[in-house]
C-alpha cells in the first residue's frame, strides 16, 4: 500500500471511530411520546431522560426528520397565567433524571412534513452539551392523552 494510501485510510478510519463515539451517551430515555393536534398545529414532545454518568449533561437542542422545526420549551403558570419560553439548555444531573412531561418542559415539533396521526413513531434527536447525539423513538398520541 502506498503510504499517501494508508495514510489517507488511517485518517478516514480515525473520522469513522469519532462519529460513532459522538453518538454513544450515558443519557437514556423512557416514556417517549408525543401529543398530536389536528392539522399543521405543533406537537408537544414529552420523555424522561436519565443520566447514569458522574457528571451533569444538558440537552441543547433538538431536531426531527419528521418535522421542520424542533425547540425546547418550558411552561409555566405564574399568578393564574399560563406561559410558555423556548429555553437555550436543560440540565440533566450527574446520576439524575429530568421530566419532559406537560405543564414543564417539551420539546415543541413544529411544521410536520406529513400527517402524525396517533400510533406513528417520530424519531427526536437530541444534542447534548458534552457533544453527544441522542435519538430517541416518539409514539404518537392523541390530542387528549395525558401521558405514555
Known sequence: MKPSLFILSALLAMGAGTTQAADSTSVKASDAWIRVLPGNLPAGGYVTLENTAGTGVAVTGAASADYGDAMIHKSSTETGMGRMEM?????VPANGKVAFAP???HVMLMEPKHAVKPGDKVVVTF???D???LPVTFVAKPANATGP
Open 87 to 91: 429555553v437555550d439548555k436543560v440540565p
Open 103 to 105: 405543564g414543564g418542559y
Open 127 to 129: 444534542t447534548l452539551s
Open 131 to 133: 457533544g453527544t447525539t
